[in-house]
């Protein structure tokens, strides 16, 4: 049976007392090492794979929440146990994303440069100063 989200309101009141469980306070970094673990356990570090091929995966990953929303735009649901939907793909590529780092760069800290970034953002122009 497939029980399907209709807002993110949901999404949260289903899944927020589990998520909140395990992963209070856990920073990027910490997903990042998470991540990296699993993805070693399982194998798909034994390959020879360069970044282009990798960032061609988060790209996949984006391509299948772009499917998911032409589909019908339901952010979340559980099909047969595997979650599935929009919000699942993007976070496959958050994933990928993290693993590729902590893989490539297990030194860097994710999280300094993250708000380092936001505070960068927010410090520049409406729209950049372009007309978009």
Known sequence: ????????????????????????????????KEIWEITEEHGFHRSDRGLPEEIALMHSELSEALEEERKD??????????????????????????DSIYHRYPDVD???????KIEYNNSRPYLHGKRL
Do not use: H, W
């Not at 146990?81 to 990928?96: A, F, H, Q, T, Y």
């Open 73 to 98: 735009g339901v952010p979340y649901y559980v099909e047969n146990g595997k979650p599935e939907g929009v919000v699942v793909e993007l976070v496959d590529c958050i994933i990928r994303i993290l």
């Open 110 to 116: 994710i999280d300094k440069i993250m708000q380092e």
């Open 1 to 32: 049976m497939v029980k399907r989200l209709r807002s993110f309101a949901e999404l949260i009141q289903v899944s927020a007392p589990k998520i909140v469980e395990r992963f209070v306070m856990a920073t990027l970094n910490e997903y990042a």
